[in-house]
């Protein structure tokens, strides 16, 4: 019960967040989904409630959608995130690195808690750090910040600070901004999926279907009243909570302890 308590309330909370503030769903999902299933499928289980929560939000704001910008970035980071996916892959079969003992307690490190973890400390750094968060690159980068986007995608999940940090130059309205980077999003997540299917198989939902689903109810609420609120809210102490949090889960992936 607390694992569905855990998971729903974190899925409504930050899609309600995603969409003032550079992290996304996947962002804060993951890691809470690492609390309860190995690294790998808890990447795989946030990319189908993300892609369904982007695509409910695209029914709301597609007529905003910059096409250019989306061919831009999308186009080489879908390649990307193939890499990014089959890394993530290959990387979930390498056997643990080693072991340690903590009173009655064995800890497992792997390669692919380490990449994650460090991962997550690098992303929460955007949102703790000023001049990471103000970071921005010219609209003639789009296709370099599609394939980092689209890798990172792919690899983690994590693609929302490194696409909005390229968006942002885009000369893109804040209804634009925020309907194009679902767009791309989408086209990402598909491409992932449809890798972590092949390999991870029906370990993605086996018998944990109803976790995704309520999840993504959860995200669909947090989108609604988000949308409502897009005018009104700031959310300077919001991020760095998240940044703290990152940080912190992150260092305890690393170290094999979730």
């Not at 968006?167 to 989408?186: N, Q």
Request: overall charge positive; charged content about 10%; proline content about 2%.
């Amino acid at each position: 019960m607390f694992m569905y308590i855990a998971v729903c309330l974190t899925a409504l909370g930050v899609s309600f967040l995603t969409l003032f503030s550079g992290f996304g769903l996947a962002t804060m999902l993951m890691p809470v989904m690492a609390l309860f299933f190995p690294v790998e499928i808890a990447v795989a289980m946030t990319a189908i409630i993300h892609i369904a929560n982007n695509i409910f939000k695209l029914g709301m704001f597609w007529r905003y959608t910059d096409k250019d910008v989306v061919i831009r970035f999308a186009v080489p980071g879908i390649f990307a995130a193939l890499v990014g996916a089959w890394i993530l892959t290959w990387i979930s079969s390498v056997p643990t690195l080693f072991d340690y003992q903590l009173g009655a307690y064995v800890f497992h490190i792997t390669f692919v808690k380490i990449v994650i973890g460090i991962l997550m400390i690098l992303f929460a750094l955007f949102e703790l750090v000023p001049k990471l968060e103000k970071i921005q690159f010219e609209k003639k980068y789009l296709p370099i910040g599609g394939f980092i986007s689209g890798f990172l995608g792919g690899l983690s999940g994590q693609q929302g600070a490194m696409r909005s940090a390229f968006l942002s130059k885009a000369g893109l309205t804040k209804e634009s901004f925020i309907a194009t980077g679902i767009v791309i999003a989408v086209l990402i997540d598909i491409t992932r999926i449809f890798v972590y299917s092949v390999y991870f198989q029906n370990r993605m939902i086996s018998s944990n279907w109803l976790l995704i689903v309520l999840a993504i109810i959860a995200a669909f609420l947090g989108a609604i009243v988000g949308a409502r609120f897009m005018k009104k809210i700031t959310l300077k102490m919001v991020q760095y909570i998240v940044g703290v949090m990152l940080i912190m889960l992150g260092v305890l992936l690393c170290a094999g302890i979730i």
